[in-house]
Every structure is written in structure tokens, then in C-alpha cells.
């Protein structure tokens, strides 16, 4: 038998109670490991570091259009290979499925996004049918979709110049990801720019809503990125360029300060998990009282007595912690797994170093008031059940 | 019997109870010698108890002196007065007051926690203990597991196992059958006898005290008589 045998035995004297508050701190610590990863990933700054690609969208909204003619402007800047644009389509299968579409010019998104697979008789056929739409494998699987098809989807935006929103596409090709990452975003689909200016009941023409420009190898994507946006400084398309990771970023932070929604969810969850552990804690020592006076008589000093009651809380907090961050890592693992590397949620040093931090933090906080009053307990008070 | 091991000299205790102040020992001064099997008798609120916790270190005197095994433990502090009673006293209380969630041999080996015995050295103290008491076929088990009287045993076990020169018993037989009582009083008499142990107990029981070699009587804080 060892003090650290004794903690743990103590531990686990009501074994219920002991697993049950376990499981919230558990929970509590999963919850901070991908708060705070999430926290992290919007928080971090601008990395342009081995960034191929950047997007360019206007600088106050990507819901407000660009000209295409930006396009000569852009390819001109060095560093600068090729430029690609996209529109939102806004597509919807059947009744009320959402789907992921776009209005681009296919030779360029073609160019500029090598990481697509598809024959190249399709993006021949995609190049010459105004009114074709390629869509990803795993678009074509989840509906049955087979080349030659006649695909009727309708836009949430845009109806046709006879006033309605459904439109018809001619599917001419299915396209793969290169590796298991890209063939998780198999889920898109795409249409001819040329075919929906020509077709829109607006009148919308040569308009996009971002730019892709692919860059050379070795080019500084952090210069090209202030050179385009200084490029367009003072004019009425004003633009934000930045990388494609920080644009998927900003996308999401369109739901609002994240950082504070993820800060407050936090201190909510570590205010109640206080609360319950701190109340498991009492009752503990609460019940023990005698058991705590006959430790003294035995000769534990007073500061032992405080010792044993904050290392249960210590334990406790410990356990139900690194299990929670280790779920976490687990969870952000597939997450990240399932997004296709879209969205990360690695637990980093960081992480790991709050977490051991908050761990300490919380045991102090759930422990100190029981260990004092262990600490300051009378003997003789004690054993007579006063 | 030899020189005292106990020597309480004009000691007075007060409790303060709110605004009232409680005198429970007056005035009172007594030896015990070395080797000595004292019983402490006398009705409730006489002082027995508190009598007991003073010669056991467990509280300090309001006024007089206390000195045992040579140390005047009056004048000690609570860390002092803490690793004193861990070398010096062992305690028997009335509920056995065992750790539950502790197998008996853990319970026994706790107040060697606090040497600096090997985990090895600190096994075979504990089995010689239990061997001593009789129960070293139940060291796996926990309290719940024992007897009343089984408990008790490993409570003396754990009295015993860091060898104080003093136990000090408060009711070690109030919560036990005749027999058992009977069973347990005779192993205090042998630890008295064979090991040397000087042993103070408090009890209600003349039959109990009937195993010690002197009873003391008390009442109202004093000592009224001494009877072999």
C-alpha cells in the first residue's frame, strides 16, 4: 500500500458516484479540446506558407460580384500562372436537396485544378456543351447519375429568361479526386459561365463571385496576395485575396465572432463541471470526517490530511481530462478524415498545454475548500460527531 | 512497576462551547508507570474521555503538564504533536474507525506510511501484527468482510504495528458481544504481559476493567479513588 494506493482507493469508495462525475469532466475536456482546436483554426493569422492557390473575392462580401474582365489583370501580376472563376449557382435536386454548384469556364477551372480526374474527352464535351454540367463521383453515385443523362436541377437564385428556376443540364462527365482527400470533395458540380450569362433572367454577364489564381512554383503567395489587393485599392471592386484555407475559414466565421461563441461555451461548460466536481468533493470529504481525525491520530499531519483530499481531486480531474483530450484528438482526427482535410481539428501542443493548465486549474478549484476544511478539522471534535 | 510513563501533573481542561466555558478535568495529577494496564472508569462527563485524549496527544491541556515516555507533549505543536503520536501511542477506538475501502493488511500498514520503511520492510511489520492478533488469515479482507470483533482485532493490529510503547483504548469493548469482549480484553492483557505494553483503556464495563491491574475512578474532572 502506498499514499498514491490510498488516494486512488478513495477514489473509487462510491464507485457510481466516482464514473458518473468521470463522465462529466470526460465530456468537459472533449468539448475544450475541440473548442479550442476550432478556436485555434479561426484564430490563427493568415498563413501563406506553401499556399498554390489563393481566392480573390471582393473585399466586403463574396456575395458581391466581380467583373470577369479583372481576369487579363490578374494572370498579368508574376507569379501568376492562370486564373479561374467561379460563381454561386445555388443548385437544388428534386425537391429540396441542396447541392454544391458552381458557373465557371471549364478549360480554366480545368488549368488551374489539376487535382480533378477525369478523362479528357469529358472536359472536351464539358468545353463544347453549353449546356453540359459535370458533377463529382460522389455526386453521380448518391443519385444514380450516368453521362448522357438529362439532369433537371433548379437555382435557389437564378431563374431563366422564361422566369422559371428549373433548368436542365446535359450531364457530359463524372470527375475523381486524385487521392482519397480530394475524392471526399467529390461532392460538387459545375456549369458553363458562358451558358448561364446567356440564360439568366437578370441578365447577370460576365460576373463572378471569386477568382482562383494558381501560382508558380516558388512564388511568394503573400506578396502576389497584397499586389492584387493593392492592385484594386480605391476602385469600385475593391478586392480581399487570400489563401484557399483562410478562405474556407473566413466562410464560416460568416456565422460571427467565433472565438467568443467558442470562449463563453467554454466557461459555461468548466463553470458547471466545477460545480459538480466541487460537489462530489464536499460529499467525499464531508462523509469521511472520522476517517480524516483517525488519519490524524494516527500521525498524519495536517498538511498531509490536505494533500491526500487535494490529490483525489487532482486524480479525479486528471483522469477524466486526459481521456477527454485524448477523445478529442481522436474526434478531430475524424473529422478531419471526413471533411476531406477541409476542416482541421488537430489538438496541437497548445491544446494539449491549456488543457494540462485548465486540468490543474480545476483540480485546485474543486479541491481546495474540501482539503482546507480536512485540513482544519479538530480530532477530537471529529471522532465525538461533532 | 518501574518509572512513570505517563505523568499528568495539576492538569485542567476547558471546553468552550459557544459563550459557555466547560471544565471537565480539575486540577487532576496522576502516574502511570511503565508496563501498567490502567482502566479508566467513571459516568458519563466525568472526564474519562478527554482524560484519555490528553495522555494520547489527540488534544492539549487548558492549564498543567503532561509528560509521557520522558517528552512533555503539552508543549508541543500540532506537527510536532503529530509525529509524536505516530512513534510513540497507538489507538483503539469504540467503532474500530478501519478505513473501509482499505483490506485489513492495508489498514494496518497505514501509520507505516509515515517511516521510512521499505514497501517490503513495512509487508512484514504488517504480517507480524496480524500474526499477533490472531487474524493473519484475513489480511485480504476488507472491514465489511469482518466480524465486530475481527475488526477490532485489526484495529489493535494497527495499534500495534509501529511499535508505540503506549496504547490508549477508548471503549474497546462497548460495541462487542460478552465473548468477544472477553476475547479482546485478553489479547490486551497478553500484549501488557508478554510484549510490555503500558495500556490505558476507558471503559464503562467493570468486567472490562476487571482485566486491567488498577482501575481509576472518575468524577466531576478528579480522580476519586485508585483500586488494583
Known amino acids: 500500500m502506498t499514499r498514491t494506493g490510498f488516494v486512488v482507493a478513495n477514489l473509487f469508495r462510491k464507485r457510481v458516484r466516482t464514473i458518473l462525475t468521470l463522465l462529466s469532466v470526460i465530456m468537459a475536456f472533449l468539448l475544450f479540446g475541440l473548442l479550442q482546436s476550432v478556436n485555434s483554426v479561426f484564430s490563427s493569422g493568415a498563413d501563406f506558407v506553401g499556399a498554390t492557390r489563393l481566392f480573390v473575392q471582393a473585399r466586403v462580401s463574396f456575395t458581391t460580384a466581380l467583373p470577369v474582365s479583372m481576369v487579363p489583370k490578374l494572370e498579368a501580376i508574376a507569379g501568376v500562372t492562370r486564373v479561374a472563376y467561379l460563381q454561386w449557382f445555388g443548385g437544388v435536386w428534386q425537391t429540396n436537396t441542396p447541392l454544391i454548384m458552381f458557373t465557371l469556364d471549364p478549360q480554366r477551372y480545368h488549368d488551374v485544378y489539376p487535382e480533378w480526374r477525369m478523362p479528357e474527352d469529358q472536359w472536351q464535351a464539358f468545353e463544347h456543351t453549353r449546356t453540359g454540367v459535370i458533377v463529382g463521383r460522389q455526386l453521380a453515385d448518391q443519385y444514380g447519375w450516368k453521362i448522357g443523362q438529362k439532369i433537371p436541377i433548379s437555382s435557389q437564385i437564378w431563374p431563366q429568361k422564361d422566369g422559371s428556376k428549373a433548368w436542365a443540364f446535359d450531364l457530359v462527365g463524372i470527375f475523381d479526386g486524385k487521392d482519397e482527400e480530394w475524392q471526399k470533395r467529390t461532392n460538387q458540380a459545375f456549369i458553363q459561365q458562358d451558358y448561364f450569362d446567356e440564360a439568366n433572367q437578370f441578365g447577370i454577364k460576365g460576373r463572378t463571385n471569386f477568382f482562383i489564381l494558381k501560382l508558380a512554383p516558388g512564388a511568394n503567395a503573400e506578396t502576389i496576395s497584397k499586389t492584387v489587393d493593392a492592385m484594386f485599392e480605391n476602385s469600385p471592386d475593391e478586392t480581399k485575396t487570400q489563401t484557399e484555407k483562410d478562405f474556407n475559414i473566413s466562410f464560416v466565421k460568416q456565422i460571427g465572432d467565433i472565438g467568443l461563441i467558442v470562449r463563453w461555451i467554454l466557461f459555461a461548460v468548466f463553470f458547471t463541471l466545477l460545480l459538480v466536481v466541487g460537489n462530489t468533493m464536499a460529499q467525499s470529504v464531508r462523509e469521511r470526517i472520522p476517517e480524516l481525525a483517525v488519519l490524524k491520530t494516527l500521525g498524519f499531519s495536517d498538511g498531509s490530511v490536505l494533500g491526500f483530499v487535494l490529490a483525489e481531486a487532482f486524480a479525479l480531474v486528471l483522469l477524466g481530462g486526459l481521456v477527454g483530450l485524448a477523445l478529442a484528438s481522436i474526434a478531430g482526427a475524424m473529422v478531419e478524415k471526413q471533411t476531406g482535410g477541409q476542416f482541421l481539428l488537430e489538438l496541437d501542443g497548445g491544446v494539449w498545454l491549456l488543457g494540462v493548465v485548465a486540468i490543474v486549474l480545476m483540480s485546485l478549484a474543486v479541491g481546495v475548500l474540501p482539503a482546507l476544511r480536512a485540513r482544519r478539522l479538530k480530532i477530537v471534535d471529529a471522532l465525538a460527531g461533532r | ?228
Open chain 2, 1 to 228: 512497576m518501574s518509572e512513570p510513563m505517563v505523568q499528568v501533573h495539576n492538569v485542567t481542561k476547558v471546553y468552550e462551547r459557544g459563550k459557555q466555558k466547560v471544565e471537565v478535568l480539575h486540577g487532576l495529577t496522576l502516574d502511570i508507570p511503565k508496563g501498567d494496564f490502567v482502566a479508566l472508569m467513571g459516568p458519563s462527563g466525568s472526564g474519562k474521555t478527554t482524560l484519555l485524549n490528553l495522555i494520547g496527544g489527540l488534544d492539549k491541556p487548558t492549564a498543567g503538564e503532561i509528560t509521557v515516555g520522558g517528552n512533555r507533549i503539552d508543549q508541543l505543536g500540532s506537527g510536532q504533536l503529530a509525529r509524536w503520536r505516530a512513534h510513540n501511542v497507538g489507538f483503539v477506538f469504540q467503532f474500530y474507525n478501519l478505513m473501509p475501502v482499505l483490506s485489513a493488511e492495508a489498514n494496518v500498514e497505514l501509520p507505516l506510511l509515515l517511516t521510512k520503511l521499505s514497501a517490503a520492510q513495512r509487508r512484514k511489520n504488517v504480517a507480524v501484527a496480524l500474526e499477533v492478533v490472531g487474524l493473519a488469515d484475513r489480511a485480504k479482507h476488507k472491514p465489511r468482510e469482518l466480524s465486530g470483533g475481527q475488526e477490532q482485532r485489526v484495529a489493535i493490529a494497527r495499534a500495534l504495528v509501529s511499535d508505540p510503547q503506549l496504547l490508549v483504548c477508548d471503549e474497546p469493548t462497548g460495541d462487542l458481544d460478552r465473548k468477544t469482549a472477553d476475547e479482546i480484553l485478553g489479547l490486551l492483557q497478553v500484549l501488557n504481559r508478554e510484549h510490555g505494553k503500558t495500556i490505558v483503556i476507558v471503559t464503562h464495563d467493570p468486567k472490562a476493567a476487571g482485566f486491567a491491574r488498577r482501575t481509576l475512578h472518575l468524577e466531576k474532572g478528579q480522580l476519586l479513588e485508585q483500586a488494583a
